[in-house]
């Protein structure tokens, strides 16, 4: 019997979404915008609670601490992030660092 629908199991989403992009927080709140030439996707349980909002090929939040991290397919195109006063990186040494591995093992 043929499925009409594919499952993906969660080898197949690494395999669509290879990519990783992971904000880190300082303890001084922030906001971030990343916008890739692919698809993107929050690794949380719930991205509303966390108060990201992911659409299309951008996801724009704030973090003061922990950690957020996005999957992604494609290329990384902008990423701008800036700390509570509106200095964006490099100028300030508040503003969360941002850590980009392609080809990052699953999940």
């Known amino acids: 019997m043929?499925?009409?629908t594919p499952v993906l199991t969660e080898h197949d989403e690494d395999d669509q979404l290879p990519n990783l992009v992971?904000?880190?927080?300082r303890g001084v709140p922030a906001s971030f915008e990343i916008t890739v030439d692919g698809e993107i996707e929050m690794v949380?349980?719930?991205?509303?609670?966390?108060?990201t909002?992911?659409?299309?090929?951008?996801?724009?939040g704030a973090i003061d601490v922990g950690v957020t991290r996005f999957r992604f397919a494609g290329e990384m195109a902008n990423v701008r992030?800036?700390?509570w006063n509106g200095v964006a990186l490099p100028d300030s040494a508040s503003a969360p660092t941002?850590?980009?591995e392609y080809g990052a093992p699953g999940r």
């Open 81 to 83: 992030v800036v700390d």
């Open 44 to 51: 949380a349980d719930d991205p509303l609670a966390e108060a």
């Open 2 to 4: 043929a499925r009409d």
């Open 22 to 25: 992971t904000i880190v927080g």
């Open 53 to 60: 909002v992911v659409s299309g090929t951008t996801a724009e």
């Open 98 to 100: 941002v850590h980009v």
